[in-house]
């Protein structure tokens, strides 16, 4: 009798070999190296002060995975490794390689007890007993890590979560862990009479301010520090949870919503940016890697649309929508307090 196809096995027992090659050669700063011009294994190994063997063997293996090329003995980066594995490039996602290196990594290891036990893997791995957050903003270096990773990711999606849906009836916007802003500045670059205000944990503000003065629209994007599962939500008619409701339990996301819905106007609505899981549970598959992150490192998961329904009209809210975003790590839900 013929063996099946052993391909599928085969591909994921190596799976983790080519994340960790990436990881490397950014940790390593190989990218960063190639920016301005291709180089030898020689060269890169000298200026790397690595093993010219190795060298050569680590950037080969980057042109097997399309990060780099070989012409003439020489490597030299790929558009996608050139806008996204560079540091000076601000499309970097670097933020979240290393929190995946750094964090995730270890967290991932200990899947097997999170599964058997259904709880994320902080405590076991790095043995403190403290809220969800603090664990990701321990030192100043892993709080920016960790916000940057999310923002490089933010400005894949938030430039089409804000078109997702027509906002133009809205004046001002909330962004309810906002982190560095991203979600507010796609919004308002889209709409050029939104105001915005990002509110988020009071150490996170610094650098939001920071990037919203980057992005030259500190006269139009506020910041506001608290915490939102207590005390009043800055005054909005929109206000968004992007990449939010995937960290908490249900009983905190109700106790979210219904806090949203409560400080709304009529004709108000709220903005969900989460990777929706389809009706069947089991596509796409980023977002079922992304629920078993979920798993390890929070107290929530990934949901479908029928889920998060459930838990809009739960909470008051009507005529809710969805749309789901091609290419993008999220999609978008808006949910209207009275239609
Ligand atoms: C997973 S990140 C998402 C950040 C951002 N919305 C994005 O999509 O990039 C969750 C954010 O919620 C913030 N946060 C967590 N708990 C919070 C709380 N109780 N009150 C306000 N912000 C909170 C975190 O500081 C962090 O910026």
Redesign the pocket.
């Known amino acids: 009798m013929a063996l099946p196809d052993p391909q599928p096995v085969l591909f994921l027992m190596e799976a983790f070999r080519r994340s960790q090659a990436m990881f490397t050669a950014v940790d390593l700063r190989v990218f960063d190296h190639l920016q301005h011009a291709p180089l030898g294994a020689a060269q890169l190994a000298t200026l790397l002060k690595a093993n010219p063997d190795a060298v050569e063997r680590l950037c080969s293996t980057c042109v097997a995975l399309d990060l780099l090329t070989l012409d003439n003995g020489l490597y030299a980066n790929t558009p996608a490794a050139q806008t996204y594995l560079v540091r000076d490039s601000e499309h970097c996602l670097i933020g979240y390689i290393e929190y995946s290196q750094k964090a995730l990594w270890h967290l991932w290891s200990k899947l097997p007890e999170a599964v058997l036990e259904g709880t994320h893997r902080w405590e076991q791995v790095y043995g403190s007993q403290s809220g969800l ?1 603090d664990h990701y903003y321990k030192t100043e270096e892993d709080k920016r890590r960790f ?1 940057m990773g ?2 490089a ?2 400005l894949i999606s938030s430039p089409q979560v804000a078109k997702a849906f027509d906002l133009s009836a809205f004046t001002h916007l909330c ?5 560095t802003g ?2 507010a500045i796609a919004a308002c670059q889209s709409d050029p009479k939104l105001k915005a205000t990002v ?3 009071e150490q ?1 503000l610094p650098l939001s301010k920071e990037i919203i003065a980057k992005a030259g629209l500190s006269d139009r994007i506020g910041t506001a520090g ?4 207590e005390g009043a939500l800055p005054p909005a008619d929109l206000y968004s949870l ?3 409701l995937h ?1 908490w339990t249900p009983e905190k996301i109700t106790k979210l919503l219904r806090k949203i819905h409560a400080a709304l106007p009529p004709g108000g609505a709220v903005l969900i ?1 989460e990777k929706i899981l389809d009706e069947s549970g089991t596509k796409p598959l980023w977002a079922l890697l992304q629920t078993l992150n979920m798993l390890v490192v929070t107290e929530g998961k990934e949901r479908r649309f029928s889920e998060y329904q459930a838990l809009l009209q739960e909470t008051g809210f009507k005529d809710i929508r969805y749309a789901v975003l091609p290419n993008s790590p999220l999609d978008a839900i808006l949910a209207w307090k009275n239609t």
Not at 175 to 179: E, F, H, I, P, V
Not at 226 to 229: K, R
Request: charged share 15%.
């Open positions: 957050f916000l999310m923002h990711y933010g962004d309810l862990g906002g982190a991203h979600l509110f988020d944990l996170v608290g915490n939102f599962f992007g990449r939010i960290d940016a």
